[in-house]
C-alpha cells in the first residue's frame, strides 16, 4: 500500500531562517512526489512536483529514492509562506493518477 | 478564469437528512474527484469519475453517492448524514492525458451536521 508521512504537524521558525517540512513516502515502484500548499482561505493548489525540478517560491524539493523522502526546502523563510502544507504521492504511469496525501504540515512563520 | 467551484460553500443538515453538495468546472478536465477532510487529517478520496466510469474507494460508506451528468458537473450525495459525516469535502479535476497529474481543488464546502 502506498503511504506518505509528514512527521510534523506544525513547524514554527522566524523569518529569514532555513525551513524544511518533511516527507517520507512508502511505494512499491517508482513514485511521482507532489507539494501542495494551502495559505489561509484559499484553496488548495500545487507548489512543485519532483519531475519539474523546478524552484517555486524559493522552494525546492527533491526526490530521495534511497531515503525514500522529499521534503521541502527553503534557505530564508518569509512571512508569507505560513500556510499548511501537503506532500502528495501518485504512481507513474499515465494510469496511475490519484494522489495519496499526507496529514500535512503547518507552517508558522514568525516575524 | 477556468476553475473548480463549489456550492455551497457552507452547509448544515440535519442528522439522517439527505444532502447535496454540488462541483463545477471550467477546465474542461476528464476526472472528478471527491475528498473528505476532516481536521488535521489529511485529505481523503472518497471516489472519482473518470469520463463517465465511477471509482468507488474500497472504503467509502455506501452513504455516500456520486452522480456526473456531463463533463461540467459533479455532485456528492448524502443519503443520511451522520455526526461522523461533518467534514470539509473538497472537489478537484484533473486531465491526465493532457495537462497531467495536477488536480485543481475548488474551495471546499464544509457541512455540519445537527
Known amino acids: 500500500a502506498q503511504r506518505v508521512t509528514q512527521p510534523e504537524k506544525l513547524l514554527s521558525v522566524f523569518k529569514g531562517a532555513p525551513v524544511e517540512l518533511k516527507c517520507n513516502y512508502s511505494?512499491?515502484?517508482?513514485?511521482?512526489l507532489f507539494w501542495y500548499v494551502q495559505y489561509s482561505r484559499q484553496r488548495l493548489q500545487l507548489l512543485l512536483r519532483?519531475?519539474s525540478r523546478e524552484s517555486i517560491k524559493g522552494f525546492t524539493a527533491d526526490l530521495n529514492k534511497g531515503e525514500t523522502s522529499f521534503h521541502l526546502k527553503k534557505p530564508f523563510a518569509q512571512e508569507e509562506d505560513s500556510a499548511m502544507y501537503y506532500c502528495?504521492?501518485?504512481?507513474?504511469?499515465?494510469?496511475?493518477?490519484?494522489?495519496?496525501f499526507g496529514k500535512g504540515t503547518k507552517l508558522s512563520v514568525i516575524p | 478564469d477556468a476553475m473548480v467551484i463549489q456550492n455551497p460553500r457552507y452547509q448544515v443538515t440535519q442528522f439522517g437528512k439527505p444532502v447535496t453538495l454540488s462541483c463545477s468546472q471550467t477546465?474542461?478536465?476528464?476526472?472528478m474527484y471527491w475528498y473528505q477532510q476532516k481536521s488535521s487529517q489529511a485529505p481523503k478520496l472518497l471516489f472519482h469519475?473518470?469520463?463517465?466510469?465511477?471509482?468507488n474507494e474500497a472504503d467509502t460508506p455506501d452513504n455516500f453517492q456520486s452522480r456526473r451528468p456531463n463533463t461540467s458537473f459533479c455532485f456528492l450525495d448524502i443519503r443520511s448524514p451522520g455526526l461522523g459525516d461533518a467534514a470539509m469535502y473538497l472537489c478537484?479535476?484533473?486531465?491526465?492525458?493532457?495537462?497531467?497529474?495536477?488536480?485543481?481543488f475548488g474551495p471546499g464546502t464544509r457541512l455540519t451536521v445537527t
Open positions: 502528495a504521492l501518485s504512481g507513474r504511469g499515465a494510469g496511475s493518477y490519484q494522489l495519496t
Open positions: 511505494y512499491s515502484g517508482s513514485p511521482e
Open positions: 477546465l474542461n478536465h476528464n476526472v
Open positions: 519532483h519531475i
Open positions: 469519475y473518470y469520463d463517465k466510469d465511477f471509482n
Open positions: 478537484a479535476t484533473s486531465s491526465p492525458g493532457g495537462a497531467g497529474k495536477e488536480q485543481y
